[in-house]
């Protein structure tokens, strides 16, 4: 959702309009590193169906001697297939350094961002292995981690944000979102709510105000389909 998963889920979207990029200053130390537990519904029609559970680790680790934000996305369900996906961005800036992702259905994408260079293959059933080597802007992020940098990022009322975002499954694609307002969720505090919009899908993020968690995550792939993301309690 915010992650590969919702790269894989662009097929439903619909064609991006083109807008104006304001440049993200995301500071990973507003993150709240460890383990959080998410479970996943489907909802039809507004009928709720438990799926399955993600388990998504943030922590910080050395390599060469410089210091990254090491994301490890495990995905169980039964409707989205399972899959890990790691994670590897600069810290605290979130420059991206490395992609890894495997899932069942959609593939494996390794990706490598090194001196203004963009490395890498995808690998997806019944098609041709497709290599990838292109430079790199300094301002292309990493798509699979937006709602990194959407938590990273000086969130207030009103604050808007355009990320320059790259997959090897899509591209490069302009990813949106503005925060609504203030909300409490019963039960788990006082958040932040965000519109956005990931390539053409239309998604909502519910962020904690101090922890920066994502506590809730709707991703609306079509009008009768939606799936919810939310903290276990």
Do not use: C
């Not at 662009?10 to 590193?33: C, F, I, N, T």
């Not at 993020?205 to 792939?221: M, N, Y």
């Amino acid at each position: 959702m915010r992650t590969l998963l919702l790269v894989g889920l662009l097929g439903y979207g619909v064609s991006l309009r083109a807008q104006p990029v304001r440049e993200p200053k995301p500071d990973a130390r507003r993150l709240h590193l460890g383990t959080d537990s998410l479970e996943v519904f489907i909802v039809r029609q507004r009928q709720w169906q438990r799926t399955g559970t993600i388990v998504d680790r943030l922590d910080t680790i050395r390599v060469d001697g410089e210091l990254r934000l090491q994301r490890i996305y495990r995905r169980t369900d039964a409707v989205l297939g399972n899959g890990v996906d790691t994670l590897v961005d600069h810290f605290p800036d979130l420059v991206p350094r490395s992609v890894q992702s495997r899932s069942e259905g959609g593939g494996t994408e390794l990706l490598v961002w090194s001196a203004g260079r963009l490395t890498g293959t995808l690998e997806q059933p019944a098609k041709e292995k497709q290599s990838i080597d292109t430079t790199a802007a300094p301002s292309l992020y990493s798509s699979a981690s937006f709602d990194l940098i959407l938590r990273a990022s000086p969130l207030a009322e009103g604050y808007e944000i355009a990320v320059s975002g790259y997959s090897a499954r899509r591209g490069a694609t302009i990813l949106t979102a503005k925060v609504i307002g203030p909300e409490v969720l019963a039960g788990l505090g006082d958040t932040w709510r965000l519109d956005a919009n990931f390539g053409g899908i239309s998604v909502t993020f519910w962020i904690a105000k101090t922890s920066r968690r994502l506590i809730r995550e709707i991703v609306r792939v079509s009008p009768e389909i939606e799936f919810v993301f939310a903290v276990a309690r």
